[in-house]
C-alpha cells in the first residue's frame, strides 16, 4: 500500500497540457483566462459605494454615459455613400466599407440606445434590466460592456475603446464621402526628436 502512495508521490502536480494531446501554449491560454478570472473577482468584490467628493455610484456612471454619448460619432449615410461609390461598390473594397458602415451604425445606434434606456433606468423611469445592470457594471468599472463588444471587440477599457471607436468611424466617413480609401505611409524611420 505505501509503495503506491510513494508513487503517486513523485508524479507532477500540474499534468502538462502534452499529456492531453494539446500544445504548450494550451498552458498559457489557461493561465491567461485564470488570471482574468482572479482580476474579474477581485474587481467585483469592490465595494460598489463610491464616495469620491460625495458623488454616488449612479452619479459617476450617469457621468461617464454621458460623456460617452457626447463622443459618439453621428451615423454615415450609407445611402450617399452607394452613390459615391457608383460602380465600385461592387469591388471588394467597395463591398467591405458598405459592410463596415452598415456595422459601425448599428453599433453607434445600440450604444446611444442603451445609454439612454441606462440613464433612464437610474432615474427610475424603466426597469433595470439584465442587460442594462451589466452595461451599468461595466461603465463603473470602465469596461466595454459585451454587448458592444460584439461588434467592436478589444481589451482596452471604456475610455481608449471610445477614442478608438470615433477615430475608426471618421476613417470610414471620410472614405465614404470621397470614395476612396485612405493611405497611410509606414516609414521605416521615426521621426527625429527635437535636441533637449
Not at 456612471?61 to 445611402?79: K, T
Amino acid at each position: 500500500y505505501q509503495h503506491y502512495k510513494d508513487y503517486i508521490s513523485l508524479l507532477p502536480n500540474v499534468d502538462h497540457p502534452a499529456a492531453f494531446g494539446q500544445h504548450p501554449n494550451a498552458d498559457i491560454t489557461s493561465q491567461i483566462r485564470e488570471t482574468h478570472m482572479l482580476f474579474e473577482t477581485l474587481l467585483s468584490l469592490q465595494p460598489q459605494v463610491s464616495s469620491v467628493k460625495g458623488e454616488s455610484t449612479e452619479d459617476k456612471v450617469l457621468g461617464l454615459a454621458q460623456d460617452v454619448r457626447e463622443h459618439l460619432p453621428d451615423l454615415i449615410d450609407y445611402h450617399n455613400t452607394v452613390s459615391v461609390l457608383a460602380e465600385d461598390r461592387h469591388t471588394p473594397m467597395g463591398v467591405v466599407l458598405l459592410q463596415e458602415i452598415l456595422r459601425y451604425n448599428h453599433l453607434i445606434n445600440l450604444i446611444a440606445n442603451s445609454l439612454s434606456d441606462l440613464e433612464k433606468g437610474i432615474k427610475g423611469l424603466v426597469v433595470m434590466s439584465e442587460d442594462l445592470e451589466e452595461i451599468f457594471r461595466c461603465i463603473n468599472e470602465a469596461k466595454v460592456p459585451a454587448m458592444w463588444s460584439k461588434t467592436y471587440p478589444s481589451h482596452k477599457p471604456l475610455g481608449s475603446w471610445t477614442r478608438d471607436l470615433v477615430q475608426r468611424v471618421d476613417q470610414f466617413f471620410k472614405w465614404a464621402h470621397t470614395g476612396t480609401m485612405p493611405s497611410y505611409s509606414t516609414s521605416p524611420t521615426s521621426p527625429s526628436l527635437p535636441a533637449s
